[in-house]
């Protein structure tokens, strides 16, 4: 049975991305839309930092999970993983109907942080005839490298544990030309390019296997490369620009390859192919760019778009805080939470500092501290290079890349700028149960949006570590997760703690609804008229929510017809966002509140009090003309029945955890899962939030 359940939400991966393409061409970015927070429901902690980045983020309802009966230890078995947070959090999506739009898998505090996959290790050995070495595949991973490779995870697939398992990294461009593919049609594709110096029909059936293939992957980059190479051979050179615009299009940037191609010697003078070499030429990298996160996109093992089945898919994820053992309190992580989400699209002022010292932790990345600098540096980011274990009276960190077993924060007078990723590249900055070692928190305490660190002893491996590039990725506009994912090789033993959608550097299409007013009650077809006023940034098309679930994809439109008929009555959320026509693929949501009146259904919710101090219940009063029970609900969760039509009851402070939420009632008929919904109302729980860690 359990296979049958681990197969069953394998192909639910594979079908989630199909059905995306199947619809029309997916968009990514990333915003609460596309996130799905899960809460431990027995945790103080975990509630209270839920509610708070709940707030400040403006996540769906519909995209909060809280689960119950999860291990209060650090560590988790595999199979305990997938049991008590990885099929049960797949199976809410499927049944709220919001997978199409899940990007980020993400966990507020009070979680394992360690997962137990002996048996995958057990796996790989048997795959390299025992020849492994063990070390450097030690069989404890990250829950949110875990989450990340979850379709790996529930097929038992223990590839993930690989140095170069994760094809959404942003690796060198010598190397994209190279495995766009794997398997049988990468045996194809390296055939078809082989051909290139053949002659007839040897040739001519080449060049019609990458026409082929560029019709199929059109996301692919290397295919549209390769087959302007075939057509620049063949005597064909607008046609061979046209691929390179394509390739262009797609993320190739590498202008020294273009220019030194000798296939590429007939389109020196031509004047199309001189145009796209000066419009890429702004930023001359030895890598792949940067590129917006999507579920629903199958990366092929040089980084590229395949779109179909042949590439590997994955959920961001990270978590909100660490605040068990040597972790940090809850009211340090709502101030770096605050702090993370107050930076985004204000492109900060501030420096990348890179630690360089003797230590091999500093070592094991110095070959990589210029590349990168020189990178940043076209792109006009301050970076400096320091001697020292930390920047020593810095009061302008944006970026910090170093390698210390311990450090001192505090001591070193430094600062960092609202936004800033720290990564310090140690053995056990993610192991929270021992005290050996500075935990990565530490960064997140004095300010920093995000840090990162490993479960387990790694060995000092590049692969297992942010590449400096990261810091370039953030600069270009990804989010911190987005920037996270594409640095990483090997993943499998870091633990990303961050708020994942910090976009500091961000630049948004802009949206608004201008028509009806918020809160408007609405009947039959509704024109929703949207302006794109000020915009500075184009935009690709939009993506259309209702209460979370995305009923629609469009161009750029200016309005929308709504048919509410399609709806039940009471209250609903729309949002519109805005997608912008560029790589990085930010999104910019404008929302609308409305009641919708059709059959004269109503459900209404009254508060006695609307601030209450812990343990003090909240009093509440509800009535409706449509159901024969009204639930109430923070968010997902039913925290109180009334099993009539109208009635009182009292709502445990404790379940809905200190600070700041919302409640709703939901009229139900027997059989109903969808109900006439009453306009949200916000509480605040006042109590102790911790000042130390418990």
């Known amino acids: 049975m359990e296979n049958q359940v681990r197969k069953f ?3 639910f991966l594979l079908s989630l991305s199909l059905s995306t393409w199947a619809v ?38 519909s995209h909060v999970l809280y689960l119950s009966g999860v291990s209060d230890r650090e560590i988790i078995k595999l199979v305990d993983f997938r049991k008590q947070i990885l099929e049960p959090v797949l199976t809410a999506m499927v049944a709220r109907k919001i997978s199409d739009n899940i990007d980020y898998i993400v ?31 030690a069989p404890i991973a990250s829950i949110t490298s875990m989450t990340y490779f979850a379709a790996h995870v529930l097929a038992d697939d223990p590839n993930y544990m690989a140095l170069n398992s994760n094809h959404y990294y942003r690796g060198p461009y010598r190397s994209g030309l190279n495995k766009p593919f794997e398997g049988e049609l990468q045996d194809e594709y390296r055939q078809a390019v082989a051909a290139l110096g053949k002659t007839g029909e040897e040739f001519a059936a080449a060049r019609r296997k990458l026409f082929d293939l560029s019709k199929k992957y059109p996301g692919q980059a290397a295919v549209h490369y390769q087959l302007a190479k075939f057509r620049a051979k063949a005597d064909e050179p607008d046609l061979a620009v046209q691929s390179l615009k394509l390739a262009v299009a797609m993320g190739w940037q590498d202008v020294s390859q273009m220019k030194r191609e000798r296939s ?27 590129h917006g996160f999507r579920n629903a996109y199958a990366w092929g093992p040089n980084g590229m778009i395949n779109r179909t089945g042949d590439g590997r898919r994955y959920f961001l994820s990270a978590m909100l805080s660490v605040t068990r053992d040597y972790g940090i309190s809850d009211s340090d992580s709502l101030a770096y939470l605050s702090r993370a989400v107050s930076a985004d699209a204000t492109h900060p002022k501030g420096t990348i500092y890179f630690a360089q010292t003797k230590d091999v932790r500093s070592t094991v990345r110095e070959a990589n501290f210029n590349p990168t600098i020189k990178v940043l540096k076209q792109m006009g980011q301050p970076t400096r290079i320091e001697k020292s274990r930390l920047p ?28 800033a990723f720290a990564d310090n590249l140690t053995s056990y900055g993610g192991y929270f149960k021992s005290k050996s070692q500075t935990k990565l928190t530490e960064f997140l305490r004095f300010g920093a949006a995000g840090a990162s660190g490993t479960v387990v002893e790694p060995l000092a491996i590049q692969a297992k570590f942010p590449h400096p590039m990261l810091h370039a990725h953030y600069v270009a506009g990804c989010s ?50 949207l302006s794109r006023e000020g915009s500075e940034v184009a935009a690709a098309g939009v993506e259309i929510f209702i209460d979370g679930v995305m009923i629609h994809r469009a161009s750029n439109i200016k309005y929308i017809n709504l048919d509410t008929s399609d709806l039940q009555d009471g209250f609903h959320e ?31 919710l009254s508060i006695e009090e609307t601030t209450n101090e812990f343990p003090k219940p909240v009093k509440i009063s509800a009535e409706t003309n449509c159901g024969e029970r009204i639930i109430i609900r923070q968010n997902s969760k039913t925290v109180g029945v009334i099993t009539s039509e109208k009635g009182s009851i009292e709502v445990s402070t404790g379940a809905l955890g200190v600070g700041e939420t919302k409640l709703q009632a939901v009229s139900l008929r027997e059989g109903e899962t969808v109900g006439v919904a009453s306009p949200p109302i916000p509480v605040t729980v006042k109590g102790t939030v911790s000042s130390i860690v418990e």
């Open 392 to 419: 020593n009276r810095r009061d302008d960190i944006l970026g910090l890349i170093c390698g210390n077993s311990a450090f001192d924060f505090e001591a070193s007078g430094s600062k960092f700028v609202p936004g």
């Open 9 to 11: 939400f394998a192909l």
């Open 574 to 604: 729309l949002r519109v966002v805005s997608v912008a026509r560029n790589g990085i693929e930010a999104r910019c949501a404008a929302v609308l509140p409305m009641m919708i009146n059709n059959q004269e259904f109503y459900t209404k």
């Open 107 to 137: 966990y507020s505090s009070d979680f394992p942080t360690r997962v137990n996959i002996q048996k995958h290790q057990d796996l790989l050995k048997e795959a390299f005839a025992g020849k492994l070495q063990a070390r450097i595949y």
């Open 24 to 61: 029309t061409d997916a968009i990514a970015g990333g915003g609460p839309e596309n996130l799905f927070l899960v809460v431990n429901s027995e945790s103080r902690s975990s509630k209270v930092i839920a509610n708070h980045y709940i707030a400040l983020r403006n996540i769906p309802p």
């Open 264 to 290: 590429f010697s007939v389109l020196q003078e031509n004047p199309e192919f001189e145009k796209l070499i000066q419009r890429i030429s702004k930023i001359d990298s030895p890598f792949i760019p940067p």
């Open 480 to 529: 911190l997760a987005e920037a996270f994912y594409q640095s990483v090789a090997g993943p499998y033993q870091i633990i990303l703690v961050a708020d994942p959608l910090c976009q500091p550097f961000v630049k948004r299409p802009k949206i608004a609804i201008t028509s009806p007013e918020p809160m408007a009650e609405v009947s039959g077809e509704v024109k929703i008229e």
